[in-house]
């Protein structure tokens, strides 16, 4: 796609998972930008009645803002594959596995990504032991964004076992996937799909200024601080940019993704440790592709159209290996 196609765009948003706000946010500031480069918008907010919005639309390609369940996952891939309608980011199979931190860990760790050990367990056994030593991670296997995740210590107050009555994931999801705690830093890497392939963008370092890096620290203005590229050994940066780029291809990513990880500097490389990628990282103006795009000269407009040109090119290229 080049500045002079003029398309139209239906940009997907909003929906009913936990980050809502978010993708409300992401889709608004992807609209404008559309807009501001000359093409029609328009934007809908996901509900039951999507396909039929979209059909209505008849667009050139969506631009899936969604964030979380089921925009992530693959329902909302699945439904425009079945529509024959381009759209952004990573595509049905891709979406299922992502979005499940255990698959992820399945598919990554034989092609030499470093991710954390642990397992899946019910909610109801931490009631009654602990899955591993203390400290340990507590998360959702199908959430983004740092949506429930606790971190439990010896020192904490869920209790030992945690209490049943503790404020924590384990009211809300029926299975958890505990892992290690990895002390040390936390760390981002956005790889963006270009013409001549994936391109891993820069490594930004994230400092909150209390706690860790939930879902308030990412989306709250000053709660967070964001330095990219992040102060760290070049070797460190050069694993890290690897090991993004390895799952972006790995899981067969497309557009954009982003992969997060925690790097206990005592361990050295040892200590570095891929926990996820997301697919459908966020677009709003506290976002770290975006971010990461303008440290390489890239604008916010110039992102947003170059997501856009990858969705189209993997259609052609589908179309013509289905003719």
Known sequence: ???????????????????????????????????ARGH?????????????????????????????????????????????????????????????????????LPHGVPMPGGRV?????LFE?????????????????????AIVTDAGNYGQPIRRDAVGPWQEFDELLAEPYIPGREMTVAVLDEDSGPRALAVTELKPRSGFYDFDAKYTDGMTEHVCPADIP??????CLQHALTAHRVLGCRGTSRTDFRWDE?????????????????????????EQARHCG????DLVE?????????????RRGDG
Request: no cysteine; net charge negative.
């Open 234 to 239: 070049d070797r460190i940066r050069d694993l």
């Open 121 to 125: 367990v019910r909610s109801t056994e």
């Open 266 to 290: 005592s361990g050295g490389e040892d200590g570095l440790f891929v926990l996820e990628t997301n697919t459908q990282p966020g677009m709003t103006p506290l976002s770290l592709v975006p």
């Open 129 to 149: 032991r602990d899955p591993l030593p203390r400290p340990y991670v507590l998360k959702p296997v199908n959430e983004g964004s740092s949506v429930g995740v």
């Open 40 to 108: 029609r918008v328009t934007l809908i907010d996901m509900d039951r009645q999507v396909a039929a919005g979209i059909a209505a639309a008849a667009p050139d390609v969506v631009f899936n803002a969604l964030h979380g369940v089921p925009g992530e996952d693959g329902t909302v891939q699945g439904m425009l594959d079945l529509m024959g309608v381009p759209y952004t980011h990573s595509g049905l199979a891709t979406s299922v596995i992502a979005i499940d931190k255990q698959l992820t860990k399945q598919a990554l």
């Open 1 to 35: 796609m080049t500045r002079q196609d003029k398309l139209h765009v239906v940009v997907l948003m909003g929906g009913w998972a936990n980050e809502r706000p978010v993708s409300l946010m992401s889709g608004e500031g992807v609209g404008k930008a559309l807009e």
């Open 306 to 318: 170059a997501i856009i040109a990858a969705a189209l090119r993997h259609h052609r290229e589908r």
């Open 298 to 301: 890239m604008s916010y407009e």
